[in-house]
């Protein structure tokens, strides 16, 4: 798997769609001026508006911790006026400074991890 990626789910507080907008407009712009291992940061909202998918992948786990870095303030906001419920889906392998990070957020409950096992470019055997 020549990728690290992660799909985050969160909910949007009622009567705040218009701040979580904006919100994530920043969190985007940040990402594009300062990360550097950043492949995919693509936001989706549900119909209804009240959910929110965000799909991002990266070089490496250490693209994930440089994000992080990043956009830590912005995300703070996000989560302080305008989205609740925030739990992380992870597809690849985590390193030590990843799973020290989560656990330093207290995020070990909000984060799932999944191994690659095998895919289209897989060999068959």
Known sequence: MPTFEVSAHMTVRPGQLEGFKKQAAECIRITKEKDTHTLRYDWFLSRDGTECEVREAYTSPEGLIEHNHNIFEAR????????????????????PQLLELVKAAHMERQFKWFSFVRGLDSSSN
Do not use: R
């Open 76 to 95: 703070t906001k996000l989560f302080e006026y305008y989205a609740d419920n925030h739990f992380m889906t992870a597809y690849g392998e985590p390193t």
